[in-house]
């Protein structure tokens, strides 16, 4: 079945897995305890930036940003430490997205000129050294880096453009070029949010549809490309929108140990934080683990499209041990992290900006993370917290035994709410045996640790 007859099948399909063979996310660095290091992020300074910022990376020891103001375009590089800026070029394009090499530290600016979709190639000095006229327009541009050096433009279908998908060879940054017919082109009448290539001796594309809440994956062969499967969200309100979609995959320093393709999502209803990984075995894509989340209000369409614009932003460090999950219309920040011995998300706190982020960006290690603002034209630094975490260890001790044994706890934060009292209540009832959670909660834990589970 090809992905425009599930347009009109409306059909969800949940593939859930909570025991993924190792590899299937990249290997958190642990505590003497065996947890995660999950220290929660906190509030340190903020600098006003002399333009409105519009997106914003973070590599090893310098951020960078693009933005606009008074009809002047431009990047900037920023201190992470302290916020100065150190570097600025004027752009001759309108930027709209950007990113960054794990290698030689380049940058890719997409953007338009003239109602051209152009291709900025710049090194770390900012110095621009190629520039690359698109063969065809992409809207709303999303640049994703595969490791075999290969970038790929995602595009919005619009009123005005066709979507789809412009892949750029960029392994000699100064001869760019683009390649023609690797990706399919039945998804020009749908467009693409996001785009990212696994690389391998069967190269895998995985496409964030626009129409369509739905992530997939195509095998890329010498006959052309196969769709494999997808993880579909909320189909079945037939209100389609668009998912808000962080790939761990391509990011300096994240590759050791990480053997699948692994994807951070937010559905459109913005009530839930995923894990999907992709099995090359099975060639699906797997449901890992999930953990509910505050939700935003619902979002608006896209200009000139049919498609919702995702609310939620996600920024996460390389073992995902920081996640942080906000949204375009919120000041609040919930931060998580992946227990991958358990392999489920837990709360570890959340933060007030002062105003809403247009974008964050978290540093590989975790321990600093920065936010802008168009609004204010302000840049913020988040910095690690000594391990203070949200709730009890206790609590949290409590919460993952019950989540093991398979009853929802909802958020592991370590904070017995409603939610974790009524697992208890139907633990107690469908094994005969009393949790005094209330008056001897350590004793509780003994008797959860030695009751055993499948």
Known sequence: MTLLSRRNAAIVCFVISLTIANGSAAQTERAPDGQPHAGALVAGSTQTLPLAPTDIVFRKNAAYVIGSADGTHQILQVDPETLDIVGARDL????????????????????????????????????????????????????????????????????????????????????????????????????????????????????NTGLLPTLVAFGIGPKGALEFGDVSFDARRNQPQSLSTLAIMAKDGCESGLDKASFLIVPPKNDALFLVSFDPVFRSLDIVTSTPTAPDEPSRKYGGTNAQTPTALLASSCNQGVIWLGYRHSSQIEQFTLNTELMLFEKIGTLELETPPSALAISDSGHTALAISTE???????????????????????????AQRGYSVGAIDGQIGTRTLGAV?????????????GRDLEGAIQKLENIPFE
């Open 92 to 207: 001759p394009i309108v930027p709209q997205d950007l990113a960054i090499g794990s290698g030689d530290g380049s940058l890719y600016v997409a953007g338009t000129a003239g109602g051209a979709s152009e291709l900025l190639i710049l090194d770390p000095a900012l110095e621009i050294v190629a520039r690359l006229s698109l063969k065809r327009p992409i809207a709303r541009p999303v640049l994703s880096l595969s490791r075999g050096n290969l970038l790929l433009i995602a595009g919005m279908e619009t009123d005005d453009t066709e979507g789809g998908i412009a892949v750029v060879d960029v392994s000699t940054p100064s001869e760019a070029t683009e390649i023609e017919g690797m990706i399919p082109g039945d998804y020009d009448s749908l467009g693409v949010t996001g785009a990212w290539l696994q690389d391998g001796a069967e190269p895998i594309a995985f496409l």
């Open 376 to 402: 204010t034209a302000t840049i913020a630094r988040f910095q690690s917290d000594n391990g203070n975490i949200l709730g009890t260890e206790m609590g949290r001790s409590l919460q993952r035994l019950l």
């Open 425 to 437: 209540q139907r633990f107690e009832a469908e094994n005969d045996v009393r949790l005094d959670v």
